[in-house]
């Protein structure tokens, strides 16, 4: 490794840029630098090179070409491609689209910013036999993400403002942080704040020139406080917020629906989760969840060391199972599975707390008292709810498990999501429905809601029921790989199902006839593009039109492109699980409409 000053023109640019699929000659790889969005993200970068020059404190990495004095860029291609066009824009490829515009757009701003052609630029020099290894990092540790600190750590919001002596965003950042201490609250709360209808509905009036924020009344601060908790427990982000119509939603939701806004702050407890005891909470989490006006008829928390006396000694006998909190537990004996099960039970809605994952054979029945724990383990189910008229089984279609729901469980009843894989005479893969669906509560009982489903594999509970073979497989194997374990081939099945149930989508809804190159396959990128320009969901759905814009806003295909074609991109859980939540429902749908199709077909 060694420094040397090389001239632009002895520099070629490397067909193999990992940002983009492999190209079969230079120009080529220039080209491939302006497509889409990259385009402006080019010019910008030009325009900074023709205004302040190249940048010294970022050498070009490169390795000997083959050719003597000739080098190949590894690390800097869009700056070398910049200067090359800047000195000479003629190097245009010939077969670029809108080539002309684009040479008088460089030959402007080399105008406007008086640009001097830079000869020769500060490189590194890699030998490529014996260093590989140590330039491959260098190049991970500059484009990957802080890498657990060995990587170059990103500024955050606040540490942006404090640099640019923003006074205004240093003075919100304090004035946050002193309600409560939120990390990446800056630019929901900015949204917030900008919307003169929130503000007046918040009690909050600003002052940007003093800087000063003033809080109306103390229910002003307890609504700041409980945007800061929600943004802090991630169940709000800034896509919440972003438009008008979500910012309507967003209190409508929160501040109307909902009152617990109001006693939050008071008690000073955010850790408190709304939502019922799950079944593997231990006692450190049920304590934490139980308030004392919760439960009238519960005398005091249930203590870790209280055996099954001292817990029957705290529910009073003519409490319901609507007092009861949480399902059988598998270690539950006679006594308190009799309890659960009311007199008037018919055998059908006793039968609706048994699960049977393998088939109707193993259903023994109702639950009878002289079953031990390991009769009653196999048998109940820990989501079952009275709502449910009946258990589903596994054989029910979608219209008898559509059946099963009653209109009034309203839009918060989430789709069966349990599956099992039956495999019978080696006939390929089936997906089998099987759960019960949750009731939604009466918001005049002023309950608190329930807890979001915990989610364990990409896309869980999505069914498909056709037989295109992306979809299918990807649902599959995604439904059954651990994302923290296996990344990078959950990132290759996510780029797969996203692009294959939306151009199905689009084809099957007649949505896809403005697509002007046939004989292309599109890509999740081509996909995303039409959708944008052609704004092709905005009359079916503005919800899916509005999932669309936000997933190309936020890159959602190039983060995935770029590990799928890149050679030193890491694959993220975290940017995986971004994506699923901003595609989960809008996917969902697809689903749905797809199998309505393949319903149609068969009649």
């Known amino acids: 490794m060694r420094?040397?000053?090389?001239?632009?023109?002895?520099l070629h640019i490397n067909e193999d840029n990992p940002r983009d699929e492999s190209q079969e000659d230079e120009a080529a790889a220039i080209k491939i630098l302006f497509k889409n969005k990259n385009e402006k993200k080019l010019f910008n970068l030009m325009k900074s090179i023709a205004e302040f020059g190249f940048e010294i404190s970022e050498r070009i990495i490169v390795i000997?070409?083959?050719?003597?004095?000739?080098?190949?860029?590894?690390?800097?291609?869009?700056?070398?491609?910049?200067?090359?066009?800047?000195?000479?824009?003629?190097?245009?490829p010939i077969d670029i689209e809108n080539r002309d515009r684009l040479i008088k757009r460089i030959k402007q701003i080399s105008k406007d910013c008086n640009y001097k052609p830079i000869v020769a630029v500060d490189c590194v020099i890699y030998d490529n036999s014996s260093e590989e290894s140590l330039m491959k990092r260098t190049i991970q540790n500059k484009h990957t993400g802080e890498n657990n600190g060995v990587g170059r750590l990103s500024w955050d919001s606040k540490a942006q403002y404090r640099?640019?002596?923003?006074?205004?965003?240093?003075?919100?950042?304090e004035f946050l942080d002193n309600i409560l201490k939120v990390e990446r609250s800056l630019s929901t709360m900015e949204r917030i704040f900008s919307s003169p209808d929130l503000r007046t509905r918040l009690g909050v009036i600003v002052d940007k020139k003093l800087p000063e924020i003033k809080l109306v009344n103390s229910d002003s601060e307890k609504k700041i406080y409980y945007i800061l908790y929600l943004i802090k427990t991630k169940k709000v982000t800034v896509s919440d917020v972003y438009y008008k119509e979500d910012r309507e939603s967003f209190y409508t939701k929160y501040f109307i629906e909902n009152e617990n806004w109001r006693s939050l702050l008071s008690e000073d407890s955010p850790e408190e989760v709304e939502g019922p005891i799950k079944p593997e909470d231990g006692p450190e989490e049920v304590e934490g969840l139980i308030k004392p006006e919760d439960s009238p008829e519960v005398e005091g928390p249930i203590k870790p060391e209280d055996g099954p006396e001292e817990v029957k000694g705290l529910v009073k006998s003519e409490d319901g199972p609507e007092e009861v909190k949480g399902p059988i537990k598998p270690e539950d004996g006679p006594e308190e599975v009799e309890g659960?099960?009311?007199?008037?039970?018919?055998?059908?809605?006793v039968k609706g707390l048994v699960k049977s994952e393998d088939g109707p054979e193993e259903v023994k029945g109702p639950i009878k008292p002289e079953d031990g724990p390991e009769e009653v383990e196999g048998l109940i189910m820990p989501e079952d709810s009275p709502e449910v008229e009946g258990p589903i089984k596994p054989e029910d279609g979608l219209e008898e498990v559509e059946g099963l729901v009653k209109p009034?469980?309203?839009?918060?009843?989430?789709?069966?999501?349990?599956?099992?894989?039956?495999?019978?005479?080696?006939?390929?893969?089936?997906?089998?429905?099987?759960?019960?669906?949750?009731?939604?509560?009466?918001?005049?009982?002023?309950?608190?809601?329930?807890?979001?489903?915990?989610?364990?594999?990409?896309?869980?509970?999505i069914v498909y029921h056709g037989e295109h073979p992306g979809i299918k497989r990807s649902l599959y194997e995604l439904h059954r790989l651990r994302v923290s374990t296996f990344t990078l081939s959950a990132t290759y099945l996510t780029r797969t199902l996203l692009e294959c149930t939306l151009q199905e989508y689009l084809m099957k809804n007649q949505l896809f006839n403005e697509w002007k190159k046939p004989e292309k396959d599109p890509s999740i990128t081509d996909l995303l593009n039409y959708c944008v320009s052609n704004r092709s969901l905005q009359n079916i759905n503005q919800n899916y039109q509005r999932t669309i814009n936000v997933a190309f806003g936020k890159k959602d295909h190039d983060e995935l492109n770029s590990i799928t074609h890149g050679k030193y991109n890491l694959p993220s859980p975290d940017i995986l699980w971004d994506i699923e939540r901003r595609w989960r429902l809008f996917v969902k749908n697809m689903i749905e409409n797809l199998n309505n199709h393949i319903k149609l077909e068969k009649i």
Not at 79 to 90: A, D, M, S, Y
Not at 415 to 434: A, K, N, T
């Open 3 to 10: 420094p040397k000053l090389i001239e632009i023109d002895d």
């Open 64 to 92: 000997e070409s083959g050719v003597l004095n000739k080098y190949l860029v590894m690390d800097g291609n869009r700056r070398v491609t910049c200067i090359k066009l800047l000195n000479t824009p003629e190097l245009l």
């Open 163 to 173: 640099f640019k002596n923003d006074d205004y965003k240093n003075y919100l950042v």
């Open 340 to 349: 659960l099960i009311k007199p008037e039970d018919s055998p059908e809605e």
């Open 408 to 461: 009034e469980d309203g839009p918060e009843v989430e789709e069966p999501v349990s599956r099992q894989l039956e495999e019978e005479g080696g006939q390929g893969d089936q997906l089998i429905l099987q759960s019960t669906p949750i009731s939604q509560p009466n918001p005049l009982d002023n309950l608190k809601q329930h807890k979001p489903e915990n989610i364990s594999y990409l896309f869980q509970g």
